[in-house]
């Protein structure tokens, strides 16, 4: 055996003991380099063990997390996500906050975002759009032009306004006016109105035939001459009336008496029996020279019953009707 024994012992702090015996003649002590030598470690010396709490990353480019930040970025909590100071984390709440206040203060003054289509359709629209009715020039005159005071046939993109609805169908009924009240006249030698009936503007379309039809009733009275008269005007009252028809009568046994004409209308005008014919019905009756009587349809128009006597004969109406036939 060897009477020499190398111990090889490496540049550390750590004590080196050596123990002799009194067979052992040289002990070498031989420092060993390579393999580098350190110090320290963050600062501590000996047996060093380090944690993430040991370093820091104030100077570095990535970062650690506490816990409470690594929960705040998994959550929805904001009083944990506001427990990041991280200036980039700090900005997104910043300007998440202002389009939160933004957005809230909308929907409290009632306004509402629109889409990128609906701003589309918005843009292609014109004229004044201000929200009110009477002003909307376009919209309104757009409305207007579909719809007309008419009704005309084989028009399929304009409606009829009411008003010719309403006169449209007014020609379909067959009675312009029927009244069975009685009126009662006190009969004197001028000439009395003793009823009167309106007859609508535009109530009666051209080329209508009517008929009409006047029942009376002598309630008092004995002898002498009556004549019953019916008269068109444009207003309510006998000045100015045209005569259509009457029947004169001077037998004071007759009681009842009816007055009945046939009228046709014709462009501006009546044709009925010759006025100057004194009958109560012209069924019948040959005529070969009616009377044109000027009559505008589109005014009202008034017809008047009236009674003349020579006598202290009273009257009464006990039925009247214009029908078209």
Known sequence: MSDIIDINVTPTIEEVTINTTQFLTTINVNTQSGGGAVDSV?????????????????????????????????????????????????????????????????????????????????????????????????????????????????????????????????LKVDIIFTDGVTATGAAVTTEQKLKSYLIPANRIADESNLLLNVRFVKISGGGGAYTLRAYVNTSDTL???????????????????PLQRTIMIKGSNLIVLNTAVNTTNDLGVINTNPSLIAFNRAVNQYLIISVQSTANHIFQITMANLIKN
């Open 42 to 170: 963050n600062g501590q010396t000996g047996i060093v063990v380090l944690d993430a709490d040991d370093i820091s990353d104030s100077g570095t480019t990535n970062k650690f997390v506490t816990s409470a930040e690594k929960t705040a970025i998994t959550h929805t909590n904001r009083t944990i996500l506001d427990a990041i100071t991280e200036a980039f984390t700090t900005a997104l709440k910043s300007t998440y906050d202002m389009a939160k206040s933004n957005i809230d203060a909308l929907l409290l003054t009632g306004s509402r975002l629109i889409t990128n289509s609906e701003i589309t359709i918005l843009s292609n629209t014109s004229g004044t759009n201000t929200g009110d009715n009477a002003t909307n020039t376009t919209s309104n005159s757009y409305a207007d032009a579909k719809v007309t005071d008419a009704i005309v046939d084989g028009v399929t993109t304009v409606a009829p306004s009411q008003n010719a609805v309403f006169d449209a169908l007014a």
């Open 239 to 257: 000045v100015g009336a045209t005569l259509i028809g009457f029947y004169s009568q001077n037998i004071p046994s007759i009681q009842e008496i």
